[in-house]
């Protein structure tokens, strides 16, 4: 397991400031969050909640060579761009099971970058105590090569107006940004209002606790629709919306694949739900889910599937955030 030290500090969802003084704004990319270590040249592979998934990703352990072998800890995104050059999570399941060495020729297919957004540690230095500022002057010195296969530093936008980067960003079909304090230190394992995500659609894990067939031939061998629930402040599972959307086909047979053996009689919520039809499930698997609209004690409004979170866990998932 990787050091609680090394924990990612997460954005707390709200809107941007009005101008871009003080802070640097990001670009929110569509991956996997990861924390990697290169000590001794080898490189380990983190995810959010702390599994090893340095076997899943081999590519990245070019990452050494790319940073000249010295001693640091990266924040940052696992990715694997689509054939217009963006971040595309949809792809990167392909990349899944997790905790597995993929095919070569996967790695061919599919392959993978991490972008670094933030250095935690360099050549047995901690610089979590240090300004965000300092910290990403030296993530942007950190690379010994020109460019990297495997490693990329994304741009930090420093007195631009965050909201001229979010309308841009939603014209290029890119997840959202992030607003981030120059002054900020970096909290391990904490979520902080330093930093300030702002989606160009708001996105939530939810744990999968139902799904329907899909209609027409194959409907008995794939998803139609998913139904969602997080736990409230009680620790309650809460059912709160329904998921049709954004799957592909081979998606919805994947779906199938994973929930069809978790089927149970009865329902895992606590609230009510009337629902001809529904096949309730284990609460196991966790998914991102895209949304419009969110009130506590209603429905998501406007839903669509992004992609399954293998590596959360479903205790954890709380019911969303609002802005």
């Not at 609680?4 to 954005?11: F, I, S, V």
């Not at 009510?272 to 409004?301: F, K, M, N, S, T």
């Amino acid at each position: 397991m990787r050091d609680p030290a090394y924990a990612p500090m997460l954005a707390t969802l709200g809107t941007p400031p009005s101008t871009g003084a003080g802070v640097a704004t990001e670009v929110k990319l569509d991956g996997q969050r990861a924390t990697v270590i290169v000590a001794d040249g080898e490189v380990t592979v983190f995810s959010r909640n702390g599994a090893d998934v340095t076997r899943t990703f081999p590519e990245l352990s070019g990452i050494a060579a790319a940073v000249g072998g010295r001693q640091v800890v990266l924040d940052g995104e696992i990715v694997a761009l689509d054939t217009e050059g963006r971040p595309s999570f949809t792809r990167l399941q392909r990349r899944w099971p997790q905790q597995r060495r993929p095919r070569p020729e996967l790695v061919r297919e599919v392959p993978v970058r991490f972008c670094a957004f933030d250095l935690l540690v360099t050549q047995g230095r901690t610089l979590t105590e240090q300004p965000y500022g300092r910290r990403r002057e030296l993530l942007d010195d950190l690379m010994v090569v020109e460019k990297s296969r495997v490693l990329t530093v994304p741009r930090a936008m420093v007195d631009v107006a965050p909201a001229d980067v979010l309308e841009a960003a939603a014209s290029h079909a890119v997840e959202g940004i992030v607003v981030k304090r120059l002054d900020s230190p970096y909290r391990a394992g904490e979520r902080s209002p330093f930093w300030i995500k702002i989606p160009v659609r708001a996105t939530t894990e939810l744990i999968i606790v139902a799904y329907w067939c899909a209609g027409g031939p194959g409907g008995r061998t794939a998803v139609g629709s998913l139904l969602m629930a997080g736990h409230n402040e009680a620790g309650d599972l809460v059912a709160i919306g329904q998921v049709g959307t954004g799957f592909s086909a081979a998606m919805r047979r994947h779906l199938y694949a994973q929930l069809q053996p978790t089927r149970r009689s009865t329902s895992p919520v606590a609230n009510r739900i009337e629902a001809p039809g529904v096949r309730w499930v284990e609460p196991r698997h966790v998914a991102e889910i895209a949304y419009r609209e969110y009130i506590p004690g209603r429905w998501l409004r406007h839903t669509s599937f992004k992609g399954l979170r293998e590596s959360a866990d479903p205790a954890r998932i709380q019911l969303p955030e609002c802005a």
